[in-house]
């Protein structure tokens, strides 16, 4: 059979046609299985970030927990420390007035026993 006869081109068509639509079909179904497993890991990356992401809100809110417990704690012990120092404050102003009121009496009595000021 010589490669003029037309069964050999016939026959060429015919394979080189079906070699074109193997590649064809190949192509679609590899990029099926390629968008399904995009589709799958932006499934599961998504997935992940969420839990990730509510994991991150717990710990926060968490931590804003604990920093609300310790403002409070610091709010009650500076009130405790204003408490004793305002006690401190009443303590020295009343022996602010008890050395005041020594002062006047010894003033007093140096004045009448020595007669000077």
Known sequence: MQMTEPQVWTLIGVFAAAI?????LMTAQFRRVIRAEVGGLRSEFLGELGALRGEMRGEMNGFRS????????MTARFDAVNTRLDSMDARLTRVETKVDDLDAELTTLATRFWGSR
Request: net charge negative; no cysteine; charged share 25%.
């Open 20 to 24: 074109l639509g193997g590649m064809t």
């Open 66 to 73: 604990e920093l609300g417990s310790l403002r409070n704690e």
